[in-house]
Every structure is written in structure tokens, then in C-alpha cells.
């Protein structure tokens, strides 16, 4: 032994100046630390990966939202235009049902015919209501009169047309009802 007083001998460096445990104990930290950046890599590359994933999801909730909102719009529009309208058709009723003096009646009623095939091909149906059971949902009671022969507020008259637009209440009927007395 060469003024090595441990007891273990004399070991020769390695040719880049480390001893096998120490260039073993390098490549292990080396492994060590690449492995480190290698799991920080991978949950940056999860992290990502989920805020992708939001972030798709909140642009495909946002653009749904968006759709909807210009469906609800268009429809606002249409009912208020279609419902401005009503009072044209309900003009030309009127005009149609007056007595021939040159052919406005025969004019007004083409016109009306028109107009309901315009707000047939757009979904605006009449409200069938004489002889049926008082609905509020349906229709607004202008009068109302007892009669002995009805078992339920019933309809007797149509005062003005109601109309659906689908299955929505673009204009109430205005109606007289009869009502059971008691």
C-alpha cells in the first residue's frame, strides 16, 4: 500500500479521471435528473394537453351558445313581423267581407288568400275555437255570458282570430264565452 492508510488499496483513476463508483455514481445522478426532466416533460405535456382539451370544449360550448342565440333572434324576429301582420290580414278580412262595389271584395280576398298561404308555408296556423272549452292559454274572454245549456266555460264566438306560430301563441283568440250558471 502506497501511503493509503483506509486499508483498501490503491485504485487506479479511469481515463477520464473518475474511478468507476464515482463515474457510476455520475451516470446514475445523469439518469436520475434525465428521468426528472423526462416526468416533467410528461406532466407539462398532461397539462397541455388537458387545457387543449377545455379549451376545446369551451369553444364548441361557446359556438352552440352562439347558434342558439341567433335561432332565438331569428325567431323573435319572424314573430314580431308575423304578428305586425295579423292586423293586415285581419284588415283584408274585413275588406273581403264587405259588399261588392267593383271588384275591391274579389281583390282583397286574393290578397288574403296570399297572405295565409305565406303564413301557412311559415308555420302560423288559425286557433280552432268555437265550441270548444275555454282555454286562457288560447284565448282572451272579451265577454262572458251565462247560458244553462254549457257544463263548462265554453266558447260561442270568435271576436278575433288567434293564431299559432307552431305550437307557440303568436295572437290569442279574443272570444265570447258561455258559462254554465251558478
Same mark, same amino acid.
Not at 49 to 54: A, N, Q, S, V
Not at 90 to 113: N, V
Given at each position: 500500500?502506497?501511503?493509503?492508510?483506509?486499508?483498501?488499496?490503491?485504485?487506479?483513476?479511469?481515463?477520464?479521471?473518475?474511478?468507476?463508483?464515482?463515474?457510476?455514481?455520475?451516470?446514475?445522478?445523469?439518469?436520475?435528473?434525465?428521468?426528472?426532466? /423526462?416526468?416533467e416533460?410528461?406532466?407539462?405535456?398532461?397539462?397541455?394537453?388537458?387545457?387543449?382539451?377545455?379549451a376545446?370544449?369551451?369553444?364548441?360550448?361557446?359556438?352552440k351558445r352562439?347558434?342558439?342565440?341567433?335561432?332565438?333572434?331569428v325567431?323573435?324576429?319572424?314573430k314580431?313581423?308575423?304578428?305586425?301582420?295579423?292586423?293586415?290580414?285581419?284588415?283584408?278580412?274585413?275588406?273581403?267581407?264587405?259588399?261588392?262595389?267593383?271588384?275591391?271584395?274579389?281583390?282583397?280576398?286574393?290578397?288574403?288568400?296570399?297572405?295565409?298561404?305565406?303564413? /301557412?308555408?311559415?308555420?302560423?296556423?288559425p286557433?280552432?275555437c268555437?265550441?270548444?272549452?275555454?282555454?286562457?292559454?288560447?284565448?282572451?274572454?272579451?265577454?262572458?255570458?251565462?247560458?244553462?245549456s254549457?257544463?263548462?266555460?265554453?266558447?260561442?264566438?270568435?271576436?278575433?282570430?288567434?293564431?299559432?306560430?307552431?305550437?307557440?301563441?303568436?295572437r290569442?283568440?279574443?272570444?265570447?264565452? /258561455?258559462?254554465?250558471?251558478?
Open positions: 500500500m502506497t501511503g493509503d492508510d483506509t486499508g483498501r488499496g490503491n485504485v487506479e483513476p479511469e481515463a477520464g479521471g473518475l474511478s468507476p463508483e464515482a463515474g457510476a455514481q455520475a451516470a446514475e445522478a445523469r439518469a436520475e435528473a434525465a428521468e426528472a426532466r /423526462a416526468n416533460a410528461a406532466a407539462k405535456a398532461a397539462e397541455n394537453w388537458d387545457l387543449f382539451l377545455r376545446r370544449a369551451d369553444l364548441e360550448n361557446y359556438r352562439v347558434e342558439r342565440d341567433l335561432e332565438l333572434m325567431h323573435r324576429g319572424k314580431s313581423l308575423l304578428f305586425r301582420l295579423l292586423d293586415v290580414a285581419d284588415a283584408l278580412d274585413r275588406a273581403a267581407s264587405f259588399e261588392d262595389d267593383g271588384g275591391e271584395r274579389a281583390g282583397a280576398a286574393a290578397i288574403l288568400r296570399q297572405l295565409h298561404k305565406a303564413f /301557412a308555408e311559415e308555420g302560423v296556423t286557433i280552432d268555437v265550441g270548444k272549452p275555454f282555454d286562457p292559454a288560447f284565448h282572451e274572454a272579451v265577454d262572458v255570458t251565462l247560458d244553462p254549457v257544463t263548462e266555460p265554453t266558447v260561442v264566438e270568435e271576436l278575433q282570430r288567434g293564431y299559432l306560430l307552431g305550437d307557440e301563441v303568436l290569442a283568440s279574443r272570444v265570447r264565452v /258561455a258559462q254554465p250558471p251558478g
